[in-house]
């Protein structure tokens, strides 16, 4: 069964200091799609980044970046000198097409960040 | 504005009663998913339907049930409301049915049991 794990329950820093989030999955497939979600506290979820599971090349868009290694089942993300508006709960999902299962994801716990001015 | 519009975004209900939340997907988008967020479960997936049929179910209540239109919004029925229900219920769109293809969401319905 496919398990996604974020074991940060709640992180906290001062705002221009780096973070890093972490996730770990778990599948039995080799082909699969990773993602992170952003919930800040007016409680929607905003869709940061989707990435498949052949695709090990780490991306990075403005502050954030995320690496993703195969080798370790990992998905972290980072935010580089991090901002008050920063602070939300952040969600690590993956997906697998051939569990039959349409285009379900599965959430890890969240990891609630918070950036202290 | 993700351009997925659910109603109402507040309910109050007492336990004991039936309660419908509504969800536009995007325009275009044949998909639609349903998700619950709880304290203690954290971001559930319900079901989803593709072009008006079920495609997929989660960890979805039998007192719980939805359909998609022909106009394809969805609606999400739940009945026989306990306190444990109260939870903030999300609706999701895409263009595909099938895997990997990222979802939008809507703001959610936050439902209060009481």
């Known amino acids: 069964a496919q398990k996604v794990t974020q074991a940060q329950t709640e992180i906290s820093v001062v705002e221009k200091e780096d973070v890093t989030l972490d996730c770990v999955y778990e599948?039995?497939?080799?082909?699969?799609?990773l993602f992170w979600y952003k919930q800040p506290p007016s409680g929607e979820l905003v869709f940061l980044i989707r990435?498949?599971?052949?695709?090990?090349q780490n991306e990075i868009s403005g502050r954030y970046s995320w690496n993703f290694q195969k080798s370790t089942s990992s998905f972290n993300f980072t935010i580089t000198a991090s901002q008050v508006v920063d602070s939300a709960v952040y969600f690590c999902?993956?997906?697998?097409?051939?569990?039959?299962?349409?285009?379900?994801?599965?959430f890890g716990g969240g990891t609630r960040l918070m950036v202290k001015p | 504005d993700s351009g997925v519009t659910q109603t109402p975004k507040h309910l109050i209900t007492a336990t004991g009663q039936r309660v419908t939340l509504r969800c536009s997907p995007r325009?275009?988008?044949?998909?639609v998913y349903w998700y619950q967020q709880s304290l203690d479960q954290g971001l559930q997936f319900l079901i989803q339907?593709?072009?008006?049929?079920?495609?997929a179910k989660g960890n979805i209540l039998e007192r719980f049930s939805a359909q998609q239109f022909p106009d394809l919004h969805s609606e999400l029925n739940l009945s026989s409301l306990e306190l444990g229900d109260s939870a903030l219920y999300f609706c999701?769109?895409?263009?595909?049915?099938?895997?990997?293809?990222?979802?939008?969401f809507g703001s959610g319905t936050r439902l209060t049991v009481v």
């Open positions: 339907y593709y072009n008006g049929e079920e495609r």
């Open positions: 325009s275009g988008d044949l998909s």
């Open positions: 999902a993956l997906s697998e097409p051939d569990n039959n299962a349409g285009n379900m994801l599965t």
């Open positions: 999701a769109s895409s263009t595909d049915s099938e895997q990997g293809y990222g979802y939008t």
């Open positions: 990435r498949n599971s052949f695709d090990e």
């Open positions: 599948t039995r497939d080799t082909t699969y799609y």
